[in-house]
């Protein structure tokens, strides 16, 4: 497949001169890629929104939610409405054929897609490219395998999937071997984050522990693996992040780990690469591998004060360790300009307290939060699957409200915020200070 622009990049950023160069390369329906001219209709009968109305037909929404489901429960792809196909088959793109108000259309898609597919996909995205100067262009749908597969139509309980460059109702047969599949992919996921989780662990277990507490966060691409990359020193977007974007949680700004460690020591790995900063209270890991599998791991003393002996474990660390993580993923996703590849993020806590029943879990004032019972570490918290850059705040809500019912506590909620021009500012960033 010809790298094309409207098949390599993120679908935000596609051009008309993108969907123009499809068709003047006649590229072919594949089982990753499919055109329609137009919304969908009936024999005999208008698709209201071509006519001008604000509504979607339904026939239009399951027949487009046929094609979608079908690359969730195959490879993943791109979906092109829009595209006027010539009539051999495989069918091949032949002329743009602006669909009107597209970027309205584009919301309203992706809101029906994620009612209408049992379970939800975890990572998709849908982008109107306007064309004609007028609202009208190319409703674009980029679909990625689907981790929780087999999907359905919630509406016609059906499942699909790819044979070549059509999407066929699966057989029941179908439906069992991809779902013993997906129990075999997910069982050897959590093996390798295991695997990880292990060989960091081991990274501290020399020293003074005393009142030491750890945290790591792993992060694992699932479904289509990337592109190994052969050096990453020499692709400085890979190089792990170690900035992170304040936080406006509830109203209160949290700075997850402000004074960061200065000086650092950037080093190969077998496939990867570290970059380890260190000094007297505390020693940071973050490493990124050519699979596109990321780590951190903040291991640091423990403070106490002179009316609390109890050791205190910084909200704003376990914040530092979780989002690093999240971004150098994301890092990893916009270089093989797959930005809406699932990612499956593991953390854990540990701690290491001799002569104290456990730690306190202090906020940005160091005010006590919860309490971590020593006997229960380590913590493992839930899997969690980070889509989409966008969901990072309701993934960090998530976690706010895991660690907190581990810490003995059960907040109501927790509204994040995070800053659009800060969490750019961190994910382009390559600190080498």
């Known amino acids: 497949m010809k790298n094309l622009g409207a098949l390599a990049k993120p679908i935000i950023d596609i051009t008309p001169a993108d969907l123009d160069e499809l068709c003047h390369q006649t590229v072919q329906e594949t089982a990753t890629i499919e055109f329609k001219e137009a919304l969908p209709a009936e024999n005999g009968r208008s698709e209201p929104w071509l006519q001008g109305g604000s509504k979607i037909g339904d026939y239009a929404k399951l027949k487009l939610l046929r094609e979608i489901i079908a690359f969730a429960n195959s490879y993943g792809g ?52 306007e064309t004609d100067g007028q609202g009208g262009g190319v409703l674009v749908i980029q679909v990625t395998p689907g981790r929780l597969a087999p999907h359905r139509s919630a509406q016609t309980k059906e499942a699909y999937r790819r044979h070549g460059e059509r999407s066929e109702t699966m ?10 599949a997906r129990y075999r992919s997910d069982d050897d996921l959590h093996r390798s984050i295991e695997a990880r989780h292990e060989a960091l662990t081991g990274q501290f277990v020399a020293g003074d522990v005393t ?33 992170c974007p304040r936080l406006l949680i509830n109203d209160t700004v949290h700075e997850p780990l402000s004074g960061v460690v200065s000086g650092h020591d950037l080093r190969p790995l077998l496939r990867g690469l570290r970059l380890a900063r260190q000094d007297n209270s505390q020693h940071q890991i973050h490493d990124a591998f050519a699979n596109g599998t990321v780590q951190t791991c903040l291991a640091m003393n423990a403070l106490v004060s002179a009316s609390d002996s109890r050791p205190k474990i910084f909200l704003g660390h376990l914040l530092y360790v979780l989002i690093t993580t999240l971004l150098t993923a994301h890092r990893h996703r916009l270089f093989h300009h797959a930005p809406f590849t699932e990612y499956a993020v593991s953390c854990r806590l540990r701690l290491d307290f001799l002569g104290s ?29 980070f889509g989409a850059v966008d969901d990072l705040p309701n993934l960090v809500s998530m976690f706010l409200r895991d660690i907190h019912n581990l810490a003995g506590k059960d907040p109501a909620g927790f509204n ?18």
Request: proline residues 10%; aromatic residues 8%.
């Open 78 to 129: 791109h979906l092109f409405v829009g595209i006027e196909e010539t009539d051999g088959r495989p069918a091949s793109a032949k002329a743009v054929k602006p669909v009107p108000r597209v970027a309205e259309l584009a919301r309203r898609f992706e809101t029906i897609i994620r009612d209408s597919i049992d379970p939800p996909l975890s990572a998709f995205d849908c982008a109107g490219i």
């Open 171 to 180: 057989t029941m047969r179908e439906i069992q071997d991809l779902t013993l």
């Open 416 to 433: 994040v915020v995070i800053d659009d021009q800060e969490l750019q500012a961190a994910i382009e960033a390559s600190d080498r200070s």
């Open 211 to 243: 009142r030491r507490v750890s945290f790591q966060c792993v992060a694992v691409p699932v479904g289509t693996p990337f592109p190994q990359v052969a050096r990453l020193a020499d692709h400085p977007a890979l190089i792990p992040a170690i900035q």
């Open 357 to 385: 029943s456990g730690g306190v879990l202090a906020g940005p004032r160091s005010e006590q939060l919860g309490y971590f019972p020593f006997h229960e570490s380590p913590f493992h918290l839930p899997t969690y699957s």
